[in-house]
């Protein structure tokens, strides 16, 4: 069975505070890992794609990674307007459409 | 583009009557999917469609729910009769298909109450 798990579950930093999220996974075998960033009464909007190790994909300030095992999303001097949920999320091979969500990291970055 | 349109944002119902709830995907994505989201259980996916046709319905927790998408631009998700154990929010997203096909555009959802 598909797992992902987030940590930390929630994350408070300072404005400019530089820090990463983890999201590990076990998966038979790793179609595409996926970062969404969750808004209090929104729908999940799509940040990044990974589709190998050691791929990195970049928007702003923010930073995804993917190895064998797990993705970091890294925050560099992230702003208040940073402050979300974010959800990871892993497409197996074989899976047809089905992704399998984490329960996200709440990001709280304070003024 | 309005993006993905659900409604209604919020219903609160009785426990035993008929809910459904309603999408109108990304005009020209050709997949659409309901996903239902708790705290206990995060995002679940419900049902995904394909050019219409109902591809993967594994995710329905069982035959009190069911999905209807009669055209490109349309899709509901019905709940009868609705039970306390339903009420979570029901997101509608949909997609491309292909390569992009795993990037979702999600609707702001439907907040559901079932006293």
């Known amino acids: 069975e598909d797992q992902v798990t987030q940590s930390p579950e929630a994350l408070r930093l300072q404005e400019g505070e530089s820090s990463s999220l983890n999201c590990s996974y076990t998966?038979?075998?790793?179609?595409?890992l996926f970062w969404y960033r969750q808004d209090p009464g929104k729908g999940p909007e799509f940040l990044f794609t990974?589709?190998?190790a050691g791929e990195e994909k970049e928007k702003e300030r923010l930073k995804a990674t993917l190895t064998k095992k797990e993705s970091f999303l890294h925050i560099t001097a992230p702003k208040p307007e940073d402050s979300a949920t974010y959800l990871c999320?892993?497409?197996?091979?074989?899976?047809?459409?089905?992704?399998?969500f984490g329960s996200g990291t709440q990001l709280t970055v304070l003024p | 583009d309005a993006g993905v349109i659900q409604s209604p944002r919020h219903e609160v119902t009785e426990m035993g009557q008929e809910v459904t709830l309603r999408c109108k995907p990304i005009?020209?994505?050709?997949?659409l999917f309901w996903y239902r989201q708790t705290m206990m259980r995060g995002l679940e996916l419900l049902i995904y469609?394909?050019?219409?046709?109902?591809?993967?319905d594994s995710g329905m927790p069982e035959d009190r729910f069911s999905a209807k998408m009669p055209n490109a631009s349309f899709s509901t998700l019905k709940i009868q009769p609705s039970e306390p154990r339903d009420s979570a929010v029901y997101f509608c997203?949909?997609?491309?298909?292909?390569?992009?096909?795993?990037?979702?555009?999600f609707g702001s959802g439907t907040q559901l109450s079932v006293l």
């Open positions: 997203a949909s997609s491309l298909g292909g390569r992009e096909g795993e990037k979702l555009f």
């Open positions: 998966v038979s075998g790793l179609r595409g």
């Open positions: 990974l589709y190998s």
């Open positions: 999320a892993v497409q197996a091979t074989g899976s047809a459409r089905q992704l399998t």
């Open positions: 005009s020209g994505h050709n997949s």
């Open positions: 469609f394909n050019n219409n046709v109902p591809i993967d």
